[in-house]
């Protein structure tokens, strides 16, 4: 049977005073003492409970400015004395140290007060020292004491504590402790992160709202997600996101980013099978169901418009797992809603962050966010021949396709539509082949057609092929010693080529 502790004294001092009322009526009528500092005293007295200060256990004054409140040994021999050994026992009755039971504590708001865009010296304020020093000394007694560090704990423990009252269970004060523990090392995550800056001298990473998802990318592996997803979407209909659809969720989030004109793309597998940009979200949805009706089966949908009615009801036409959108007329959720595992999606403005890492080997690889975008101002043009202006606009926007495609990557594009791609091929020749292929079996013209490369050509063949199907400019980073063979290629066969000086490699 579980070792069972009644709480008798409770020592209070929270921030966030909100849900903390029916806990502080809840242990008052179970006959729990309580012991605070400041306002949180004086919250509890308003309540009509009585409170004892912490300066009268201590007969010390709350000094530097509130820096030191409860950091006294009366407070935390109370807290950290062992009730089973009797040396402790000793020590707490000779020293007149009352035995603390429970501790409900949160700490200052440091990560809120730096992304306010705070000055330094209220930054720092904010780096609690007494209530993290509550957190660890209660946390690591969880044997005889129970923690609740956060806010985001009160709702357990009011349920704990209706359910059978002040006592608790080692079980339970072992799962307070451990929550405890999250917090504090995310708390500390977020400091060395403030103070390291750019230096990255060390991996600190903390996420919280760990979220189970029914299996990972097969289904004999585990699943997790670690962050606040529904700061970025709301979900308004259908069955639960799997980590595939997470994976095709974030890679379609990156490339509709790209676009600022009305704009539809489908993904499979990551990659864009289908991208369009066109006056109304119906034409774009068109022409990007276009690019690969087939590879479109199943795949996840984005735009970066409102979907209506007349756009909902094409969509609805065909078979696939997720839509993205910043809204959806009424009538068009009634459309799209009708498929019951069907996940719909809202996009919500969230800040993305701008470093990305993987884990690989025995450690983690960071880099920053590819960010970058090109210009019309920043092609450099190294054939005789100029690109008209529809084709530098066709080239950036196949450019911004090849970017978040998997390498070896070749995208070809007109007229604001993705024709047609060849992803993740170890051989640049054979991504060139494989997007002729698709293109020619959807029925493309490839007369004035652009081609977009992730990486530079090492030789002109990718040129030569893809001058003899009748594309007409082609954009790519540069910087292969032998670029100019294909800048020679170019200018004798009337193909115009701009580089950018930017690979956009993407594993």
Same mark, same amino acid.
């Given at each position: 049977?579980?070792?069972?502790?009644?709480?008798?004294?409770?020592?209070?001092?929270?921030?966030?005073?909100?849900?903390?009322?029916? =806990?502080?009526?809840?242990?008052?009528?179970?006959?729990?003492?309580?012991?605070?500092?400041?306002?949180?005293?004086?919250?509890?007295?308003?309540?009509?409970?009585?409170?004892?200060?912490?300066?009268?256990?201590?007969?010390?004054?709350?000094?530097?400015?509130?820096?030191?409140?409860?950091?006294?040994?009366?407070?935390?021999?109370?807290? #950290?004395?062992?009730?089973?050994?009797?040396?402790?026992?000793?020590?707490?009755?000779?020293?007149?140290?009352?035995?603390?039971?429970?501790?409900?504590?949160?700490?200052?708001?440091?990560?809120?007060?730096?992304?306010?865009?705070?000055?330094?010296?209220?930054?720092?304020?904010?780096?609690?020292?007494?209530?993290?020093?509550?957190?660890?000394?209660?946390?690591?007694?969880?044997?005889?004491?129970?923690?609740?560090?956060?806010?985001?704990?009160?709702?357990?423990?009011?349920?704990?504590?209706?359910?059978?009252?002040?006592?608790?269970?080692?079980?339970?004060?072992?799962?307070?402790?451990?929550?405890?523990?999250?917090? &504090?090392?995310?708390?500390?995550?977020?400091?060395?992160?403030?103070?390291?800056?750019?230096?990255?001298?060390?991996?600190?990473? &903390?996420?919280?709202?760990?979220?189970?998802?029914?299996?990972?990318?097969?289904?004999? +592996?585990?699943?997790?997600?670690?962050?606040?997803?529904?700061?970025?979407?709301?979900?308004?209909?259908?069955?639960?996101?799997?980590?595939?659809?997470?994976?095709?969720?974030?890679?379609?989030?990156?490339?509709?980013?790209?676009?600022?004109?009305?704009?539809?793309?489908?993904?499979?597998?990551?990659?864009?099978?289908? #991208?369009?940009?066109?006056?109304?979200?119906?034409?774009?949805?068109?022409?990007?169901?276009?690019?690969?009706?087939?590879?479109?089966?199943?795949?996840?949908?984005?735009t970066n418009s409102v979907i209506d009615k007349t756009a909902a009801e094409e969509i609805n036409k065909?078979?696939?797992?997720?839509?993205?959108?910043?809204?959806?007329?009424?009538?068009?959720?009634?459309? #799209?809603? +009708?498929?019951?595992?069907?996940? =719909? #999606?809202?996009?919500?403005?969230?800040?993305?962050?701008?470093?990305?890492?993987?884990?690989?080997?025995?450690?983690?690889?960071? +880099?920053?966010?590819?960010?970058?975008?090109?210009?019309?101002?920043?092609?450099?043009?190294?054939?005789?021949?100029?690109?008209?202006?529809?084709?530098?606009?066709?080239?950036?926007?196949?450019?911004?396709?090849?970017?978040?495609?998997?390498?070896?990557?070749?995208?070809?594009?007109?007229?604001?539509?993705?024709?047609?791609?060849?992803?993740?091929?170890?051989?640049?020749?054979?991504?060139?082949? +494989?997007?002729?292929?698709?293109?020619?079996?959807?029925?493309?013209?490839?007369?004035?057609?652009?081609?977009?490369?992730?990486?530079?050509?090492?030789?002109?063949?990718?040129?030569?092929?893809?001058?003899?199907?009748?594309?007409?400019?082609?954009?790519?980073?540069?910087? &292969?010693?032998?670029?100019?063979?294909?800048?020679?290629?170019?200018?004798?066969?009337?193909?115009?080529?701009?580089?950018?000086?930017?690979?956009?490699?993407?594993?």
């Open positions: 049977m579980s070792e069972t502790k009644r709480i008798k004294t409770a020592l209070v001092s929270v921030y966030h005073k909100e849900g903390l009322d029916e =806990i502080i009526t809840k242990l008052h009528e179970e006959g729990v003492e309580f012991l605070s500092t400041g306002g949180t005293r004086q919250f509890i007295e308003s309540l009509g409970y009585p409170c004892k200060a912490v300066e009268d256990l201590t007969t010390y004054p709350s000094i530097l400015g509130g820096r030191v409140k409860t950091l006294h040994p009366k407070v935390f021999g109370g807290i #950290l004395c062992r009730r089973g050994l009797e040396q402790d026992m000793q020590q707490i009755e000779k020293y007149e140290i009352p035995e603390i039971d429970l501790v409900i504590v949160d700490l200052y708001p440091f990560e809120a007060t730096v992304a306010s865009g705070a000055e330094e010296p209220a930054i720092i304020e904010k780096i609690d020292i007494g209530g993290i020093s509550l957190i660890r000394a209660a946390a690591k007694n969880y044997n005889d004491v129970v923690i609740i560090a956060s806010q985001a704990q009160y709702q357990p423990f009011r349920d704990m504590l209706m359910e059978h009252g002040a006592t608790t269970t080692i079980e339970e004060r072992r799962w307070f402790a451990k929550e405890a523990f999250g917090v &504090s090392s995310h708390y500390d995550s977020a400091i060395f992160n403030y103070f390291d800056g750019e230096e990255s001298s060390a991996f600190r990473c &903390s996420a919280n709202s760990q979220k189970t998802l029914r299996y990972g990318e097969n289904p004999h +592996q585990k699943g997790y997600f670690y962050g606040n997803i529904d700061a970025m979407f709301d979900q308004i209909h259908g069955k639960e996101i799997s980590y595939n659809n997470l994976l095709d969720i974030n890679a379609a989030v990156d490339l509709i980013d790209e676009f600022k004109d009305t704009t539809f793309a489908i993904l499979k597998h990551n990659n864009a099978c289908g #991208l369009a940009s066109r006056p109304t979200v119906l034409e774009a949805w068109n022409d990007a169901l276009a690019g690969d009706p087939v590879s479109a089966f199943g795949g996840v949908l984005i065909i078979f696939f797992e997720v839509i993205i959108a910043p809204d959806y007329d009424v009538d068009a959720l009634e459309i #799209l809603g +009708q498929k019951k595992n069907r996940i =719909i #999606l809202v996009r919500k403005s969230a800040a993305l962050p701008k470093k990305q890492f993987r884990s690989l080997l025995n450690g983690v690889l960071v +880099q920053d966010r590819d960010l970058k975008v090109e210009t019309p101002e920043e092609l450099k043009t190294v054939t005789t021949k100029a690109p008209t202006a529809q084709e530098i606009e066709d080239m950036l926007f196949a450019n911004k396709i090849v970017k978040n495609s998997k390498s070896n990557a070749i995208v070809l594009a007109k007229g604001k539509q993705l024709l047609a791609s060849g992803v993740g091929q170890t051989s640049r020749v054979d991504a060139l082949k +494989q997007a002729i292929e698709k293109a020619k079996n959807f029925g493309f013209d490839l007369n004035g057609a652009v081609m977009a490369s992730d990486a530079f050509f090492p030789f002109p063949d990718c040129v030569e092929i893809a001058g003899n199907e009748g594309v007409t400019a082609v954009i790519q980073p540069g910087g &292969s010693i032998k670029d100019e063979l294909s800048f020679e290629y170019c200018n004798e066969h009337g193909i115009a080529m701009v580089i950018t000086g930017f690979r956009h490699f993407k594993h």
